[in-house]
């Protein structure tokens, strides 16, 4: 027997008799702990998916809000960053849609006024003659209510061959089209 191989097989023989009984009280602890695992990973999962639910609830009613007009409604601070973000964004969103809408209403309203106050007639026409506004003054040249004439086609308002004239070169031409009628 050579020195000091008795006592490496009787450390290893130690530590062998050691590990199974170690392991045999963590195959208990792991049979008893794994459905204890299982269960908090379970409720640790419901618990995210519940919290990211109620953002992208809460997320979905802004939405839906200010699909419908309501852009002054803001979508609450979400508690989850990523839904933050798309709270902030959607919300920015709303901001500058309903402000340019505003802004749309405003030239529109002082687009009105100054087409109502004017002698001459002013008509505006889309592409296939179709009469998409026409002011107090054409609506007396025409001899029709300006609010009943939007929407018809300019040949339904007029008969007149120089107007007709007049507007398809106009919606032809690239350029601003200028002229006279009497």
Do not use: C
Request: aromatic letters at 4%; hydrophobic letters at 50%.
């Amino acid at each position: 027997v050579l020195p000091g191989i008795g006592l490496l097989i009787l450390s290893l023989a130690v530590r062998s008799s050691l590990s199974l009984a170690a392991q045999a009280g963590l195959d208990r602890l792991l049979w008893m702990g794994i459905p204890l695992y299982v269960l908090l990973a379970l409720l640790a999962g419901w618990w995210v998916t519940q919290r990211l639910r109620r953002g992208l609830d809460a997320l979905l009613t802004g939405v839906d809000r200010h699909s419908v007009g309501e852009l002054g409604w803001r979508i609450p601070h979400q508690p989850v960053e990523a839904l933050q973000e798309i709270a902030q964004a959607v919300n920015t969103l709303a901001e500058r849609v309903d402000s340019r809408l505003s802004d749309a209403v405003r030239r529109l309203a002082e687009q009105e006024a100054v087409l109502s106050s004017m002698n001459e007639g002013v008509l505006a026409v889309d592409h296939s003659l179709r009469i998409l506004n026409v002011n107090p003054g054409a609506g007396r040249m025409f001899g029709v209510n300006p609010e009943e004439a939007r929407g018809r086609t300019l040949l339904e308002v007029s008969r007149n061959n120089e107007l007709l004239h007049f507007a398809g070169a106009a919606l032809a031409s690239s350029a601003p089209t200028e002229g006279e009628l009497v």
